[in-house]
Nanobody, 120 residues
Framework: QVRLAESGGGLVQAGGSLRLSCAAS????????MGWYRQAPRKQRDLVAL???????NYADSVKGRFTISKDNAKNTVYLQMNSLNPGDTAVYYC??????????????WGEGTLVTVSS
């Protein structure tokens, strides 16, 4: 069973920065990718950034050049450094883990979400 513990959300002024963290714990799985998604009120949940087990990254166009995703394999933790935040970044940010069970089956798990609010 996988548990994802998110932290780092909060209120920040436009132009400011925040760093989100997501630590994975549990057993019986291996990680193939971890990422961040966000969901603004009355909108769908969209990909923000993804990092594969090999270190390849993928970003939404809206955050390229402002957000950086990184990971610490030893801690099973993924980070999202968010700079130059604007009110359009306001959303609940969800961590997602994609992986495989020890039996080789694909699996994924979501965190509970952390709220990021950017004031103008």
């Amino acid at each position: 069973q996988v548990r994802l513990a998110e932290s780092g959300g909060g209120l920040v002024q436009a132009g400011g920065s925040l760093r989100l963290s997501c630590a994975a714990s549990g057993s019986g799985f291996s990680i193939t990718a971890m990422g961040w998604y966000r969901q603004a009120p009355r909108k769908q949940r969209d990909l923000v950034a993804l990092i594969s087990d090999g270190g390849s990254t993928n970003y939404a166009d809206s955050v390229k050049g402002r957000f950086t995703i990184s990971k610490d394999n030893a801690k099973n933790t993924v980070y999202l450094q968010m700079n130059s935040l604007n009110p359009g970044d306001t959303a609940v940010y969800y961590c997602r883990l994609d992986g495989r069970t020890t039996f080789g089956d694909s699996m994924f798990s979501w965190g509970e979400g952390t709220l990021v609010t950017v004031s103008s």
